[in-house]
């Protein structure tokens, strides 16, 4: 889909006057079948993961890998030296896995390290982040999503997407200026 | 903004028939009575096992009770909104403390049993002698009294000023309990240090560990938050709180479960890494004694069974929002707290290795089933729930 001046529709958006009214709309939205639909408010919106129907993110799934990768980690670079390499007899402890105690620590502190690395780092891919620029942005409206102002975006490659049905569904949810974002 | 906004408290509350549980409150004063009185049985034929037993039975109520008003206090301080709704029933056992302190009498006439340095006399261990200053029965007597007079006093007031509240809904109330809760908090974190150095820590004089308050804290803490997600289950499968208390409730009583299993590994094992590394003798004592014999094997079960097994099963957000699960990993985590204290106390008696006592039992049965029969009896008069808190609204739908 192209709009009249020959540039790739991005989407269709529209501007909501309240939170409430937002919540409101992206219940209508979610019951309409859309998958690939945002909502944008400048602060967090409480029940509107339930209104938009997202259920539960799978961010925790490479956190748990990550938080296992340095946990393993941790074993290799403590057992690896002190134990296998270079056993030294310290303060009269055994080498074996009787020391263990000495090494909990590094292998917490590690599990919690590369947690929190796979936390942010998936956390910036699964926002496909960074990026220097995205299509909303050609609405100049728009900025005024981080002051005082809603906003929902329904994405022309959603499955389900015609212009028509889309400019509809925001019309009947109490949407304003609903406009047609073209990508770059 | 959610879909239990049309969810709106009725006025006059939820009250708990307590003539209809008369049954169980029967049974409750029989074993209880039954108990008791075994005990003084007990207390002539054996008291110096007897003063054991007891002492551990009154460090594992003690705790549960007192992490409840901990739970109490942190909800005024932070102005918690998820409480709310369960905040009563905290109150509700954190106020049986009063009968806790009665509990401590036969710890007071049995301390020549418990605490050696009551009985060594001046002049004869170099060690106590530098420690009389502390360690001397009249400051040990003044001592348990203020410590467990702020217990008493503590959860009387926030329990009255909470249920006055009920009647008018003053958001005054509210104000005043944030205030007392926050100079409280200072109260507690030194009543219960002492009060765990005093009675638990006391039972070795050479033994010393400055993380001891906080490891008794940890697992007071994370066993009376496992007993109220089994309080509010049992009023739910009895059909009270229905509509006020939702999955999502759960599932902060739930990670509150598993950050304080975290918490208690946590200083458990830094006390024991700190002892089992520097290595001095006075100082390692405990941990010998435990970690040798039969005893090593209820050691390694605290390590599993406290850690181990209810951290990789409260990982997942599942198990959080499953009343029924929940429910039996909040009974785990209460018996392994009884494990806990049992290490903690009996090993100073049986030194050679661990031996299981009939009379371990009767302190359980009589003090448990008393606390059960008074608080049938405290959670009828109220509403089961503060009904005029301000913050109630929030609380009733309240999302993760």
């Known amino acids: 889909m192209r709009t009249p001046s020959g540039n790739k529709v991005y989407a269709i958006a529209a501007e909501y006057p309240s939170a409430a009214a937002l919540y409101e709309a992206a219940k209508r939205v979610r019951d309409a079948g859309f998958k690939r639909w945002d909502v944008h408010s400048p602060f967090p919106i409480h029940g509107m993961d339930d209104a938009m129907g997202l259920g539960k993110s799978w961010l925790s799934a490479p956190v748990l890998l990550g938080g296992i990768t340095g946990f393993l980690t941790a074993i290799a670079l403590t057992f690896g030296p002190s134990t296998f390499i270079y056993p030294l007899i310290v303060h009269g402890k055994p080498t074996d896995w009787r020391t263990a105690p000495a090494f909990f620590p590094i292998m917490f502190e590690l599990t919690v390290l590369c947690a929190a690395f796979t936390c942010f780092f998936a956390m910036l891919i699964m926002n496909g982040l960074p990026r220097w620029h995205h299509p909303i942005f050609n609405w100049d409206r728009f900025s005024r999503a981080t002051n005082d102002s809603f906003f929902l975006v329904i994405e022309a490659r959603d499955p389900r997407f015609t212009e028509q049905e889309a400019v509809q569904l925001l019309q009947e949810s109490g949407g304003q200026h609903i406009t047609v974002v073209h990508e770059d | ?400």
């Open chain 2, 1 to 400: 903004m959610s879909e239990r906004s049309h969810v709106v408290p009725t006025p006059e509350g939820e009250y708990f028939e307590t003539n209809r549980f008369g049954g169980l409150s029967m049974i409750a004063a029989v074993v209880a009575v039954a108990g008791l009185v075994l005990c003084v049985v007990a207390a002539f034929l054996a008291p110096r096992q007897f003063a054991y037993s007891w002492l551990f039975a009154f460090a594992f109520f003690f705790t549960l009770c007192a992490g409840c008003l901990f739970w109490t206090l942190v909800h005024h301080a932070v102005d918690a909104e998820w409480s709310v709704v369960v905040r009563r029933q905290l109150e509700n056992i954190a106020s049986l403390l009063p009968i806790m302190a009665i509990f401590f009498l036969p710890v007071i006439l049995f301390r020549h049993h418990l605490y050696e340095w009551m009985t060594i006399p001046y002049g004869e261990d170099h060690l106590l002698d530098t420690k009389r200053a502390y360690l001397n029965f009249w400051f040990f007597l003044i001592r348990a009294i203020i410590i467990l007079g702020f217990f008493v006093a503590a959860s009387w007031f926030f329990r009255r000023t909470s249920v006055r509240q009920d009647r008018d809904g003053n958001p005054r109330f509210t104000l005043a309990m944030r205030k007392v809760a926050i100079a409280s908090i200072f109260g507690f974190a030194l009543s219960l240090t002492f009060g765990a150095f005093d009675w638990l820590m006391s039972l070795n004089y050479v033994w010393f560990s400055t993380m001891w308050g906080v490891y008794i804290f940890a697992g007071a803490a994370g066993s009376s938050m496992s007993l109220l997600v089994l309080v509010i289950t049992w009023l739910r499968n009895n059909g009270y709180l229905k509509e006020i208390i939702t999955i999502e409730h759960y599932h902060f009583m739930g990670k509150w479960m598993l950050a304080f299993t975290v918490f208690w590994a946590y200083i458990g094992f830094s006390q024991y890494m700190l002892i089992w590394y520097s290595n001095v003798p006075e100082e390692t004592e405990y941990f010998i004694l435990r970690n040798t014999e039969s005893w090593n094997l209820l050691s390694l079960l605290l390590v599993i069974g406290r850690f181990f097994v209810p951290f990789a099963l409260l990982l997942p957000r599942a198990t959080k929002k499953i009343p029924k699960r929940l429910c039996m990993l909040a009974g785990w985590i209460i018996f392994m707290q009884l494990v806990d204290m049992y290490v903690v106390v009996l090993p100073e008696l049986h030194r050679a290795g661990m031996r299981l006592s009939v009379v371990d039992f009767l302190p359980l049965l009589g003090i448990g089933a008393t606390l059960v029969f008074f608080y049938l009896r405290v959670v009828g008069r109220t509403s089961l729930f503060p009904v005029r808190d301000p913050r109630l609204a929030q609380s009733l739908r309240i999302i993760n």
